[in-house]
């Protein structure tokens, strides 16, 4: 389900694995934040948790939770005005339209739970994004973005012909053993201390591949790439 990454004393960091829901399933089981607040509580440590952002249930990679109301709330500051840097991994196999630069455009809901990437610029979705060439003909995606919209990665990457493999909605027709899309660093500062964090993918024979770890020795720290321009 999940594997610590950080604990602060107001906070903590964990990394989500794909497949298993941010909420609680019902029958299906117990989601992520309930499993890290259960985990909180055996180790007699303060049971308060509070969700300050979420992942997709495909998404694994770095989800933060605040260990008391406080914390949210300065965490919910920090997201609501972009003052925290998230970067993100993706694969996909065709050729997208563009290598690198900047994705942007208004989202509406589309079909099937799907959204869609318009022209118009009222309140756009904005994404920048690098790429780099691996195995097999895929391409990987390294993506920075500064809103914080439903699926906006996902619909971003299919905007541009580059559905991420794996995606149940945006690239139906992908065979793969998840959907490769994962949070891997985030940088901010939260009561003045400065924190970084990433973490590689541990899951998913494509991430897993030679030439992929090879290219993320070069994107240790993503903050200091040559990002497009905004």
Same mark, same amino acid.
């Given at each position: 389900?999940?594997?610590?990454? #950080? ?33 909180l ?18 998404t ?9 109301? #406080? ?18 991994? *993706? ?5 997208p ?10 989202? *509406? ?23 780099? +060439? ?10 920075? =973005? ?12 299919? +905007?541009?012909g580059? =559905? ?10 992908? &065979? #793969? ?32 591949? *030679?030439?992929?770890?090879? $290219?993320?020795t &070069?994107?240790k720290? =993503?903050? $200091?790439?040559?990002? =497009?321009?905004?």
């Amino acid at each position: 389900m999940y594997q610590t990454i #950080a604990e602060h004393h107001d906070f903590i960091v964990v990394d989500k694995y794909p497949g298993s829901n941010f909420h609680d399933e019902g029958e299906l089981g117990s989601g992520l934040f309930s499993r890290v607040k259960s985990q909180l509580k055996k180790q007699n440590k303060n049971a308060d948790l509070y969700p300050v952002h979420r992942l997709d249930k495909m998404t694994s990679g770095l989800v933060i939770f605040a260990k008391n109301l #406080a914390c949210a709330q300065t965490f919910g500051r920090l997201f609501n005005d972009h003052d925290i840097e998230k970067y993100y991994l *993706a694969i996909s196999d065709k050729k997208p339209s563009k290598k690198q630069g900047l994705i942007k455009g208004d989202m *509406a809901k589309s079909r099937r739970g799907m959204f869609k990437l318009l022209r118009t610029m009222k309140n756009p979705a904005i994404t920048q994004f690098l790429s780099f +060439s691996i195995a097999n003909k895929q391409r990987l995606y390294l993506l920075k =973005p500064h809103s914080g919209k439903t699926h906006q990665l996902r619909v971003a990457l299919a +905007s541009i012909g580059a =559905p991420i493999v794996g995606d149940p909605l945006y690239y139906s027709t992908s &065979t #793969a053993d998840r959907g490769y899309l994962h949070a891997y660093a985030l940088k901010f500062s939260y009561l003045g201390e400065d924190f970084e964090f990433t973490s590689l993918p541990t899951k998913g024979e494509f991430y897993l591949n *030679a030439a992929v770890n090879d $290219q993320l020795t &070069t994107i240790k720290k =993503p903050w $200091q790439l040559n990002w =497009p321009r905004l």
